[in-house]
């Protein structure tokens, strides 16, 4: 299949704007464009509904869980995909119903679980023989209440980082397909007399090349269709997880979302063919629903030059934020776009590495090209960081972490999670009445 060439979508800050949200909130500040998101998250919708009717898309919280985001993907047709308590509470408080959303986890405690179970859980994907156990104990008589899903392991390993690859055969997540384990858990929720729902997979993310997750549809869809013939168990549910990558920098051309929803039908509704099986086909998408509404204002407090072994001489220019906003390129060696809106760019450009504040030797954005009259006290916007930048910051160096600003529809702006404040910051701190 030829995928559509891809336009650069992700949302961008005009210079009054940006000087306008770093006067009224601070720097480091995110910031996510509420009607960028509302039609990324129709597009999906639209493209999937078009091309299968019995098609559900969960956006996957833990991209970015602010409850405002949450709330707006509800409205929107979502249901919500939550991998912990701590997601499903922001979900509940957010006014989406429990039966509105399903929880994930490779390890859930039986707490987790009861919580679940206690507030009306749509289904729970279980990823363990452990927790199909808990399951079983906990719904006892009325185990037919609540929905399950075999999280599965379908043995396809996705080009990605390694660390965001979740497919393969050697993970912690699912049960294996190849190795019997996945059967086995189906028959054991049958014997338990548990409501199996049918089947999960989640290859791995930032995926640019589709043909893990087609193959991964492929191979939970086989697995069904085994799983009738061999059992009787007709699964009444598909979920091919999320994954779908994102324009970080131009280098990264995903495919397009319509082509993408055909794909992943087209390849699971060939292969259930004749089998009898019509199942609820789900997605849970996170990244390409998020990340390119939103970017990350910095303010430019440092430039400076020195000599380097490997380009000669290196130019820093450091922000006001760093690794405990956006742990990403620290972790998975992630790359941003990265321009420098006020004052208004120049024609000529230079190369700069854009470092935080941490005390690691955090090359935040390494060697991008900026204005070549960058100035301290200029700010600078990152592009596409509106998924796993907010949910994954930290306190590290008790950096307080950034506001969230939300821009309305109608242009007017609100903040839909505040900076932490100095007390917050020590809230959690006790001294023992010796140290005191
Ligand atoms: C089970 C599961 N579903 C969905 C997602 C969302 O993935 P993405 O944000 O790449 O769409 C993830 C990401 O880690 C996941 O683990």
Redesign the pocket.
């Known amino acids: 299949m030829i995928s559509s060439p891809r336009l650069d979508t992700r949302y961008r800050l005009t210079e009054a704007l940006a000087l306008e949200l770093a006067e009224t909130y601070g720097t480091p500040l995110y910031v996510v464009d509420e009607k960028h998101f509302r039609e990324r998250i129709r597009t999906y919708r639209q493209a999937f509904l078009a091309a299968y009717s019995r098609s559900e898309i ?1 956006l ?1 919280s ?2 970015n869980s602010t409850l405002a985001l949450v709330k707006i993907a509800y409205q929107e047709g979502c249901t919500i ?1 939550v ?1 912990s308590e701590g997601e499903f509470r922001v979900a509940l408080a957010a006014g989406v119903p429990g039966s509105k959303c399903h929880l ?1 986890g490779n390890n859930k405690t039986r707490s987790e679980i009861e919580f679940a179970l206690a507030n009306g859980i749509g289904h729970i ?1 279980a990823d363990c023989f452990e927790e199909i156990e808990v399951l079983g104990q906990l719904l006892g008589e009325e185990s037919n209440q609540t929905k399950i899903v075999l ?1 599965l392991a379908p043995g396809v390993d996705p080009v990605t980082h390694a660390k ?1 690859s ?1 497919g393969q055969a050697d993970t912690k ?1 699912g049960f294996n397909i190849t190795d019997g384990s996945a059967e086995r858990a189906t028959v054991r929720c049958l014997k338990l007399g548990l409501n199996l729902y049918g089947f ?1 997979c ?1 290859v ?4 640019l090349d589709p043909e893990a997750q087609r193959s991964g549809g492929e191979l939970i869809a086989r697995f069904a269709i085994d799983m009738k013939d061999r059992h009787g168990f007709c699964a009444e549910y598909l ?1 091919v ?5 994102v324009t970080y920098t131009s280098k990264d051309q995903p495919m397009g979302m319509q082509d993408y929803c055909r794909l992943i039908v087209q390849t699971v509704t060939e292969t259930l063919l004749g089998s009898g099986i019509d199942p609820v086909l789900g997605q ?6 998020v ?1 390119e509404s939103g970017l990350t204002l910095y303010r430019v407090g440092v430039i400076k030059t020195v000599p380097s072994p490997t380009i000669g001489k290196r130019t820093y220019a450091a922000v006001d934020g760093g690794l405990s906003d956006n742990p990403r390129p620290a972790l998975y060696g992630s790359k941003y776009t990265v321009e420098r809106v006020a004052p208004t760019p120049s024609e000529k450009t230079a190369t700069f590495t854009v470092s935080g504040k941490h005390c690691e030797t955090d090359k935040l954005f390494d060697e991008v090209p900026l204005s070549a009259d960058l100035a301290v006290g200029d700010l600078i916007q990152v592009l596409c960081t509106g ?2 930048n907010s949910s994954m910051a930290s306190n590290y160096n008790r950096y307080p972490r950034p506001a969230s600003v939300l821009i309305r529809e109608d242009g007017s702006h609100a903040v839909i999670q505040r900076r932490d404040s100095w007390e917050e910051m020590l809230a959690r701190d006790i001294l023992p009445d010796d140290l005191a």
């Open positions: 969960s996957a833990k991209a995909d991998a994930h994907v999280r965001i979740t997540f999960h989640h791995g993310s930032q995926l979920n997880g999320g994954g779908l990558g849970e998408p996170g990244r390409s629903l990340a998924a796993y």
